[in-house]
């Protein structure tokens, strides 16, 4: 992603983490030593009025990490492990009867007042802070940054696990992170010149965080660099030769972290973040989140109105008004049908959508078991367009999916009074054989 499109989508994630989140996520950015991760994190945190935390995990030892381990006794010959938490986590102000302080900004939302004070020299950003918000600056402070760098160069078992608790909801150990707070990380890619760890390749990372590789192309350094007053000779001698800027590396690839928890995330920064109509943007932000090959799907889904994809219950109550549609894009779009296909089969996978669809209303609250379903007359109609979805299917796909059809228990009870369907994928199937 171009670095000025990852500056706007993470400022939007800062944004709505400091509105309040269902879910809070980290952002993880993929790029080379050099390339203005550091930079780009500290210029939303300041933008947005947050003391910025810089972890940088390949400098630090277990315990400046995670915290240290001792022993709590409980009760007599009964100890637990606690830790002292590390002191670069960020913790609610409290006044002298350690009751927690909560402020009311401009904005209208009352947010928890991050103790800057505790933070110390931890606190990368505080000359600039000081500099925008004057006086009483730390009463202005609406939240906190978390940037963890360099994270796949920790090589303690005990400091991953300790990150992927943290980059997960932002706890460690008996800690929580105010609600204010943003996580972001940063890794350099493998590759022959950097030595990390294999949390790159990990799938268990892949689906704690939402990836990005950053893009810093020589006309946008230019830019950034004349907005913080590099020297000009200095952007004179880059503008007229732009190889002299970075060494070219190897292309970066994205992890492929799709899962029920990647699509969960991408849910909330669809409906509770302000999502970039670019897109080019949404689908860096899709190949992040799902993967590159469905974040492909995803945004020709998105793009071309497929979330209007036939209800499998109008297919099989009115196939002929939608067949047109689905022949069409028979020829183009096999991603397509295959959406319409899985949708059929998770809409037939409940027993009660099948029996109400199949059968009349009467008849379907009758039928209780496998065995009954022969007593009653299936609706004739439906299993007509039901058999002509499925011939109208690739010959590829049609005995896939009816194996995955008859595996329901329920289904199989009803497809196995019509012999004539499975009759057709026999004589296809043998025609097939005999083209060939």
């Known amino acids: 992603m171009r670095i000025t499109e990852l500056e706007k989508t993470l400022n939007n994630h800062l944004v709505a983490h400091l509105k309040g989140v269902s879910r809070s996520w980290t952002d993880n950015i993929f790029g080379y030593s050099g390339n203005g991760k550091s930079a780009l ?12 935390i810089k972890v940088p995990v390949a400098q ?19 100890y637990v492990q606690m830790y002292a ?48 918000l004057g006086e009483n600056w730390k009463d202005k402070v609406k939240g906190a940054v978390l940037f963890f760098d360099e994270i796949n160069r920790a090589f303690d078992d005990q400091m991953k696990n300790g990150i992927f608790e943290f980059i997960e909801n932002g706890r460690l150990h008996t800690y929580q992170s105010p609600w204010n707070t943003y996580r972001v990380s940063a890794m350099n890619p493998p590759n022959a010149k950097y030595f990390v760890n294999e949390m790159t390749d990990d799938k268990a990372f892949a689906m704690r965080s939402i990836h990005y590789v950053l893009d810093a192309t020589p006309e946008e350094w230019l830019i950034w660099a004349e907005a913080r007053g590099i020297n000009e000779t200095i952007r004179d ?14 292309p970066i690839s994205l992890p492929n972290n799709r ?16 999502f970039p109509s670019n897109p080019s943007t949404k689908k860096e932000i899709y190949y992040g989140t799902i993967g590159k090959d469905y974040g492909n799907n995803f945004a020709k889904h998105e793009r071309q109105k497929f979330e209007k994809i036939p209800h ?10 939608i067949r047109s549609i689905l022949l069409e894009m028979k020829e183009s779009r096999n991603d397509f049908l295959n ?3 899985q949708y059929m089969l998770a809409f037939l996978s409940r027993e009660d959508n099948a029996k109400h669809v199949f059968y009349s209303e009467e008849d379907a609250l009758q039928i209780t078991n496998e065995e009954q379903y022969a007593l009653h007359p299936y609706n004739e109609q439906v299993m007509e367009n039901f058999k002509q979805f499925v011939s109208d299917m690739y010959p590829s796909s049609k005995s896939t999916f009816m194996r995955k059809a008859t595996n329901y228990s329920h289904m199989n009870a009803i497809l196995i009074n019509d012999v004539s369907i499975y009759n057709m994928l026999e004589q296809e199937a043998t025609e097939a054989y005999e083209s060939e």
């Open 41 to 52: 994190v500290k210029s939303i945190a300041t933008t947005n009025d947050c003391v910025l």
């Open 259 to 274: 899962s029920p928890r990647s699509y969960e995330m991408l849910s909330v920064l669809m409906d509770e973040t302000d």
């Open 237 to 250: 001698f880059i503008a007229a030769d732009p190889s002299a800027l970075m060494e070219n590396e190897e």
């Open 60 to 78: 630090l030892e277990t315990a400046d990490l995670v915290g240290t381990p001792h022993p709590v006794q409980i009760r007599p010959n009964l």
């Open 85 to 132: 938490l590390p002191n670069w986590l960020p913790h609610i102000r409290v006044d002298e009867n350690n009751k927690e302080i909560y402020h009311t900004f401009e904005d209208g939302i009352t947010r928890p007042l991050i103790d800057v004070d505790l933070l110390g020299a931890k606190a990368e950003n505080r000359a600039e802070l000081e500099e925008k």
């Open 339 to 341: 959406m319409v296909n």
């Open 312 to 321: 499998p219950k109008e297919i099989l109550s009115n196939y002929s008004s």
